[in-house]
């Protein structure tokens, strides 16, 4: 077999995404058992709830759930697309918990909504750690209406970062060019981020939708500036996850899908179109995920 | 090895890919990117690219431009007869030298389809003698639209201006690019025109898409295809495999479709599909 090609082995985990091939439910079904355990995945990138402008067909949550648990996902990191636009992020948060313990089969766990432009926002960040005890947060600044260089932003950070929580950062949802004529969210600016990321070591920054609109040098800078993290859900062109190697280490990025707003094979489809080296390949999965969620782990056990 | 994952992954589906460029892609000769476009294509068991443009795009593209981009993907062909199909690319600014390489790559030449993209909206007169003579030569026309909220180019069309250049020509094979970009509009405007097929390329792989194409315009009037270098085969693709829809209709998605469009001229040809 020519270098860069598939390791039966590793195709036959990638494969099970394939839920079109009745030939290749077979193969997954009777591979060995260590297969299907290297190939597990982490998704960072998965939200509950009603998109408002589409019904979608998995925005139930045992819709999604099942999808995720068919392609092997063990682990699947969930906002909810009621942070975008609800104003009681208490209740948002507080249904998102509910909804991952009742319905998420021990896959998917909660990232609540935060937007530090809410009065007492500090008391959300509070619940989400201590009592709904999620590993993370999820930010939407565009959607929010606030900029990175608001002072609200870097203190929200900064709190985060004491509390030990993943922060998540979505940079957009969709494509700024068919967004509802009344619900423009612009892609967020990350110029002043690095400056922030700089002076917060113990950050944990996973950027959502990101690399669509950041690129080339910004988003190198960004991923120089401290523990930054991107997904591969808005990654495009002909063996994008290739060519985002050779620029960024695997080591900082995830695999995210974007479901259900985005059929969540495209993101399985990009780990098969680019040739990647079993250590690569493990990092993107899972390894990089769930090094991230350690620290999460370390934090409850405090 | 494409074979061999033919048969495990899309064993049961001939993939063709309606929606293929040189731009975007490593190489610097048309052979080099083509081959490189392959090597992709094979992870997925991608059997034949639709290409056109050349290697640099240029939105109005001038009669020697035509030529040189139309020369690239000529030069693609030659180089994959068994892998490749060739569309002219046409500027309706330049209608000699848009029929003179119409005659040049499709009457005289293998190529099997027209592509229009941004240099003048497709609703204008000046389209109609392509349209004709396209038509003539039974190619298959693919005219790139979107409708963006954020403001098309000045000469890019809308799905609505599809609608109405079909409406004049009923016998013309007409590809909607892109379903409209703004696909719960786009698939609208080209609903009621029965010759309007829609292309799923070049968006993000927004969920719905595809459900809707097919309950919208019935499965025969929807043509899979990447983008191809500016998106990824993995993006587009999963617009297929991952939509809710029967096997049977994913397989005419995925290649039945075109093939049954282009069926006419690869006959004539004596392409062998
Ligand atoms: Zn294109």
Not at chain 1, 39 to 64: E, F, I, K
Not at chain 2, 113 to 134: F, H, M, S
């Amino acid at each position: 077999m020519r270098p860069g090609l598939f390791t039966r082995r590793r195709f036959l985990g990638l494969a099970s995404a394939a839920s079109g091939a009745a030939v290749l439910r077979c193969e997954t079904v009777s591979a060995p058992r260590h297969a299907r355990t290297a190939s597990a995945l982490v998704d960072v990138n998965v939200s509950l709830s009603q998109w408002p402008l589409r019904r979608l067909a998995l925005s139930n949550t045992t819709g999604l759930v099942a999808k995720l648990r068919g392609n092997n996902v063990i682990s699947a990191w969930a906002g909810t697309f009621d942070g975008l636009l609800h104003k009681d992020l208490a209740g948002v948060n507080a249904r998102l918990t509910h909804e991952c313990q009742r319905n998420g089969r021990g896959v998917l766990r909660p990232f609540g909504s935060i937007n530090p432009m809410l009065p007492d926002w500090e008391e959300e960040l509070r619940r989400c750690a201590d009592e709904h005890r999620m590993p993370g947060i999820r930010l939407h600044p565009n959607y929010h209406g606030y900029s990175l260089s608001d002072p609200n932003f870097a203190r929200l950070l900064k709190l985060a970062a004491e509390r030990r929580l993943i922060v998540q950062l979505a940079l957009v949802m969709e494509d700024e060019r068919m967004m509802h004529p009344l619900l423009q969210a612009r892609p967020v600016d990350t110029a002043p981020l690095a400056g922030l990321v700089k002076q917060m070591p113990s950050l944990r920054l996973v950027l959502l939708n990101a690399l669509r609109t950041l690129r080339a040098k910004p988003l190198l800078d960004l991923i120089a500036a401290g523990n930054v993290f991107v997904e591969i859900s808005m990654l495009e062109g002909i063996g994008g996850v290739g060519n985002l190697l050779q620029q960024v280490p695997s080591t900082r990025v995830l695999f995210g899908s974007h479901a259900p707003l985005f059929y969540f094979e495209s993101s399985l489809f990009k780990l098969r179109e680019s040739p990647l080296s079993d250590e690569q390949m493990r990092n993107i999965r899972a390894a990089n995920a769930r090094t991230l969620a350690a620290a999460f782990q370390r934090r409850t056990m405090l | 090895m494409a074979t061999r994952l033919n048969h495990w992954l899309w064993n049961e589906m001939e993939i063709w890919d309606l929606h293929c460029h040189l731009s975007g892609v490593p190489g610097n000769t048309p052979e080099a990117r083509l081959d490189k476009l392959l090597e992709y294509a094979d992870r997925f068991g991608v059997a034949r690219l639709c290409v056109y443009m050349g290697m640099e795009w240029a939105y109005d593209p001038s009669p020697e431009k035509l030529r040189d981009d139309n020369d690239q993907v000529l030069r693609a062909l030659k180089h994959r007869p068994d892998r490749v199909l060739g569309f002219v690319y046409l500027n309706p600014k330049h209608i000699e030298a848009s029929l003179h390489e119409l005659d040049r790559c499709v009457r005289d030449g293998p190529m099997v389809g027209v592509k229009l993209w941004v240099a003048q909206r497709c609703n204008t007169p000046e389209l109609d003698p392509i349209i004709a003579r396209a038509t003539e030569l039974k190619a298959v026309i693919f005219q790139h639209t979107w409708l963006k909220i954020t403001g098309n180019l000045p000469g890019e069309s809308t799905p609505m201006d599809l609608a109405e250049l079909a409406a004049r020509h009923p016998k013309a094979a007409l590809i909607c690019g892109h379903s409209g970009g703004d696909w719960e509009r786009g698939l609208r405007a080209i609903r009621p025109c029965q010759n309007v097929y829609a292309d799923l390329a070049g968006g993000d792989p927004t969920a719905g898409l595809t459900e809707m194409a097919v309950r919208e315009l019935g499965a025969e009037r929807v043509i899979y295809g990447s983008d191809i270098g500016g998106r990824s085969f993995a993006s587009q693709l999963a617009k297929v495999y991952g939509a809710e829809i029967p096997q049977k209709t994913k397989a005419l998605i995925l290649g039945a479709n075109l093939k049954r469009l282009l069926q006419p001229i690869l006959k004539d040809k004596g392409i062998k599909a």
